[in-house]
């Protein structure tokens, strides 16, 4: 299972951006996606995780009500959509799968990644 991230860009304080993730390879069984995302001199950090069918979404304190993950399983992506940034989600942001069980906001858990996309938020 490969994961290819995109999306990330430079955005002012304030703006929205939109990060894709692209799931391929062997794609058969159904996966949770999630998104981490990792600031300079920072740990990993959860940002939000959505289950196979979609009905199930949970998100990190400190992006909840204003970022969005969906996904679409007939075109295998993810997404996380991202408003009212500010310079604090600046970060490499991953988008991650797992097979499932418990742990969705454990980076630890999650069993393929992708190469990360930057995001900048200028203030």
Same mark, same amino acid.
């Given at each position: 299972?490969?994961?290819?991230?995109?999306?990330?860009?430079?955005?002012?304080?304030?703006?929205?951006?939109?990060?894709?993730?692209?799931?391929?390879?062997?794609?058969?069984?159904?996966?949770?996606?999630?998104?981490?995302?990792?600031?300079?001199? @920072?740990?990993?950090?959860?940002?939000?995780? $959505?289950?196979? #069918?979609? &009905?199930?979404?949970?998100? /990190?304190?400190? *992006?909840?009500?204003?970022?969005?993950?969906?996904?679409?399983?007939?075109?295998?992506?993810?997404?996380?959509?991202?408003?009212?940034?500010?310079?604090?989600?600046?970060?490499?942001?991953?988008?991650?799968? @797992?097979?499932?069980?418990?742990?969705?906001? $454990?980076?630890? #858990?999650? &069993?393929?990644?992708?190469? /990360?996309?930057? *995001?900048?938020?200028?203030?």
């Amino acid at each position: 299972v490969q994961l290819q991230a995109s999306g990330g860009g430079l955005v002012q304080a304030g703006g929205s951006l939109t990060l894709s993730c692209a799931l391929s390879g062997r794609t058969a069984s159904s996966y949770v996606m999630g998104w981490f995302r990792q600031a300079p001199g @920072k740990e990993r950090e959860f940002v939000a995780a $959505i289950s196979w #069918t979609g &009905d199930r979404t949970y998100y /990190g304190d400190s *992006v909840q009500g204003r970022f969005t993950i969906s996904r679409n399983n007939d075109q295998k992506k993810a997404y996380l959509q991202m408003n009212s940034l500010n310079a604090e989600d600046t970060a490499v942001y991953y988008c991650a799968a @797992k097979g499932g069980g418990s742990g969705w906001l $454990i980076a630890d #858990t999650y &069993d393929y990644w992708g190469q /990360g996309t930057l *995001v900048t938020v200028s203030s």
